[in-house]
């Protein structure tokens, strides 16, 4: 089957779907100039310090390491990054009404900027967006914050108890918010439909979602330029660009 013959497959799945669920990677974000994080260009593998401060251990305990967080925070590429093809094809599969629940892995807020709505997102891995606090668990804009670090505060205190602000996204060493998790794994459990894009599907516990998803008798479709461990399980594979092949499939439902 040649890959527009998986098209129009895959669009009728769609079609016929009652209860759609995607999961997308930082596959789907690098058309946007966002690089993803261990790929020959990737953010870790230019930048070995860059992993160590995504390491909450690290990052609370040095405060140079959060000085250059925040400083390299304005000149990060989520910062301007806009939604591109990709995203825009899954806003039209939610207004379409064929996209129940969309988790993401991404901290970009790409898909919100294009138009899905938060209530039918997951971010389970947190969002640029916001800032929180370690200590008492306030949470804001970080626009907040960065206004501080261009007033010159390197490092800026919580204004409400004095504890360590970071962004709010998930860490290495974070454990996942277990109302995220759970509504991920009760959404890939009762779908009938489970496309992956641009996820390596390598990353526990997220990279299970595909197996309760098959559990459930889902048809399960791998959009996804890399290899991953479930494509022997898959219904559908598409290698291509996904914003090129994303909105053709969005096209024909």
């Known amino acids: 089957m040649d890959e527009r013959e998986i098209i129009e ?16 990677g930082a596959g789907i974000s690098t058309e946007s100039g966002i690089p993803d994080f261990r790929g020959p260009q990737g953010v870790w593998t230019r930048d070995p ?31 301007d990054a806009q939604p591109n093809a990709g995203h825009l094809a899954l806003a039209e599969l939610e207004n379409k009404g064929k996209l129940q629940t969309l988790v993401t892995q991404n901290i970009d807020s790409l898909h919100i900027k294009a138009g899905n709505s938060l209530a039918r997102i997951i971010e389970v891995h947190g969002t640029v967006r916001d800032f929180v606090c370690m200590g008492c668990g306030e949470r804001g804009p970080i626009e907040r914050v960065l206004a ?3 007033a010159g505060e390197e490092d800026p205190p919580c204004r ?25 794994q009760a959404a ?37 330029a890399q290899e991953t461990p479930y494509d022997s399980a898959a219904n559908a594979l598409l290698r291509g660009q996904i ?3 994303l909105p053709a499939i969005v096209g024909l439902v």
């Open 188 to 224: 890939a459990s009762t779908c009938d439909v489970f496309l992956a894009i641009g996820t390596s599907l390598t990353v526990t516990p997220v990279a299970y979602l595909p197996r309760y998803a098959l559990q459930a008798g889902a048809k399960l479709v791998i959009m996804n």
């Open 160 to 184: 409400t108890c004095g504890g360590i602000l970071k962004s709010a996204t998930i860490s290495f060493g974070q454990n996942l918010v277990p109302e995220d998790l759970e509504r991920a």
């Open 9 to 24: 497959q895959v669009a009728g799945w769609l079609k016929a779907s009652n209860n759609t669920v995607v999961l997308t």
């Open 49 to 79: 310090e860059a992993e160590k401060r995504a390491t909450i251990q690290h990052y609370m305990a040095s405060r140079e390491a959060r000085v250059a967080s925040w400083k390299n925070r304005r000149n990060s590429p989520f910062m």
């Open 243 to 245: 914003g090129e092949v």
């Open 148 to 150: 501080r670090v261009d």
